[in-house]
């Protein structure tokens, strides 16, 4: 994955030894929001690993913005981490790619809600 030129989700699967295998599966201009359509994206992307025996997926969220972390890229990440997760699909990673490259997403950037200090 590089530099994002459109908004679109990747799926990268990954073998018993976090390998990737030759599989790679794009979604092409998702809602800005999750929707209810993430339960059935994560049955189609269940489907895919039982048939390349795959153990892991990484996921790369790409939009063609900045590197910081959006409140979009936060619900995606957590509604396909909470969907894929009661499919017992396993997700290893999320990556965002951004207009200048790729960045890492930590779990505490989308699994817990942001504090404000008040200060």
Same mark, same amino acid.
């Given at each position: 994955?590089?530099?994002?030129?459109?908004?679109?989700?990747?799926?990268?699967?990954?073998?018993?030894?976090?390998?990737?295998?030759?599989?790679?599966?794009?979604?092409?201009?998702?809602?800005?929001?999750?929707?209810?359509?993430?339960?059935?994206?994560?049955?189609?992307?269940s489907a895919a690993m039982e048939?390349? /025996?795959? +153990?892991?997926?990484?996921?790369?969220? %790409?939009? !063609?913005?900045?590197?910081? =972390?959006?409140?979009? /890229?936060? +619900?995606?990440?957590?509604?396909?981490? %909470?969907? !894929?997760?009661?499919?017992? =699909?396993?997700?290893?990673?999320?990556?965002?790619?951004?207009?200048?490259?790729?960045?890492?997403?930590?779990?505490d950037d989308y699994r817990f809600?942001?504090?404000?200090?008040?200060?």
């Open positions: 994955m590089g530099r994002a030129c459109r908004r679109q989700l990747w799926f990268l699967f990954l073998d018993e030894h976090q390998v990737q295998l030759p599989l790679i599966i794009p979604v092409g201009d998702p809602p800005t929001r999750p929707d209810a359509s993430v339960s059935t994206l994560a049955a189609g992307i048939s390349v /025996d795959a +153990a892991s997926v990484i996921v790369v969220i %790409e939009r !063609f913005a900045d590197q910081a =972390v959006t409140p979009a /890229d936060t +619900a995606w990440a957590r509604a396909i981490d %909470e969907q !894929f997760g009661e499919r017992g =699909v396993r997700v290893r990673g999320f990556l965002l790619s951004h207009r200048r490259g790729v960045r890492w997403l930590a779990p809600p942001a504090r404000r200090s008040d200060r």
